[in-house]
T-cell receptor, first 113, second 109 residues
Framework: SQTIHQWPATLVQPVGSPLSLECTVE??????LYWYRQAAGRGLQLLFY??????ISSEVPQNLSASRPQDRQFILSSKKLLLSDSGFYLCAWRGTGPQETQYFGPGTRLLVL | AQRVTQPEKLLSVFKGAPVELKCNYS??????LFWYVQYSRQRLQLLLR??SRESIKGFTADLNKGETSFHLKKPFAQEEDSAMYYCALKVTGFQKLVFGTGTRLLVSP
C-alpha cells in the first residue's frame, strides 16, 4: 500500500535561517505531489505542485521554493525564513488516474522566531 | 477564478441534532467536488466525493449546480463527528484542488 512521510514533524528556526522540509512517498510511481500550508482561518493554501521529476508549478509568490529530485521525493525550501513562514505544512500525493484523489502526509509544524 | 467558500468557521451542535456544513463554489468548468475531514491528531483524509454519490459515516453531499453548492449533511450528529471539515474543488486540467477555509464541527453530548 501507499504511504507518505514528512519530516521533521516539528521545527523551530530563527528568522533568516534556511529551511528544508522533506516529503517522500512509497508504494506508487510517478505520483503528482503537492505542498500546502494550513493556517487557522485561512484553510489549505496550495503552494507548489509537481507532475514529474524536475517539474514544479508555483501557485503563489513567496519566500519558498520546491524541488523534486526524485520521482517520490518532494522538498520545500527557503534560503532565508521570515516570521510569516510559520505554519503547518502538508505534503500530499495523487495517482495519475482520472478518479484519483489526494492523500495527505502527517504535516510539519514550523515556527519561525 | 476558482473559489470555494465555507461561510462558517465553527458549527456547534448537540448530539443527535441534524448537521449541515455549507460549501459554495465558483468555477467556470464542470465541477468535481470533495469533502475532506481532519479529526484531532489525525491526517487530513477524504470523506466523500460528489461523483461517488455515496454516504460515508452517515454523511451525504449533493452537488447543486444551480446554486453552486455542495453542502455536507448528516441527519443525526455524533460526538465522534467533531472535526475540521474542508470542501474542495478539483480544477480540471491542472491536477490540483482548491480548498475552502474549513469549518470546525463541534458535537456536544
Amino acid at each position: 500500500s501507499q504511504t507518505i512521510h514528512q519530516w521533521p514533524a516539528t521545527l523551530v528556526q530563527p528568522v533568516g535561517s534556511p529551511l528544508s522540509l522533506e516529503c517522500t512517498v512509497e508504494g506508487t510511481s510517478n505520483p503528482n505531489l503537492y505542498w500546502y500550508r494550513q493556517a487557522a482561518g485561512r484553510g489549505l493554501q496550495l503552494l507548489f505542485y509537481s507532475v514529474g521529476i524536475g517539474q514544479i508549478s508555483s501557485e503563489v509568490p513567496q519566500n519558498l521554493s520546491a524541488s523534486r529530485p526524485q520521482d517520490r521525493q518532494f522538498i520545500l525550501s527557503s534560503k532565508k525564513l521570515l516570521l510569516s513562514d510559520s505554519g503547518f505544512y502538508l505534503c500530499a500525493w495523487r495517482g495519475t488516474g482520472p478518479q484519483e484523489t489526494q492523500y495527505f502526509g502527517p504535516g510539519t509544524r514550523l515556527l519561525v522566531l | 477564478a476558482q473559489r470555494v467558500t465555507q461561510p462558517e468557521k465553527l458549527l456547534s451542535v448537540f448530539k443527535g441534532a441534524p448537521v449541515e456544513l455549507k460549501c459554495n463554489y465558483s468555477y467556470s468548468g464542470s465541477p468535481e467536488l470533495f469533502w475532506y475531514v481532519q479529526y484531532s491528531r489525525q491526517r487530513l483524509q477524504l470523506l466523500l466525493r460528489h461523483i461517488s454519490r455515496e454516504s460515508i459515516k452517515g454523511f451525504t453531499a449533493d452537488l447543486n449546480k444551480g446554486e453552486t453548492s455542495f453542502h455536507l449533511k448528516k441527519p443525526f450528529a455524533q460526538e465522534e463527528d467533531s472535526a475540521m471539515y474542508y470542501c474542495a474543488l478539483k480544477v480540471t486540467g491542472f491536477q490540483k484542488l482548491v480548498f475552502g477555509t474549513g469549518t470546525r464541527l463541534l458535537v456536544s453530548p
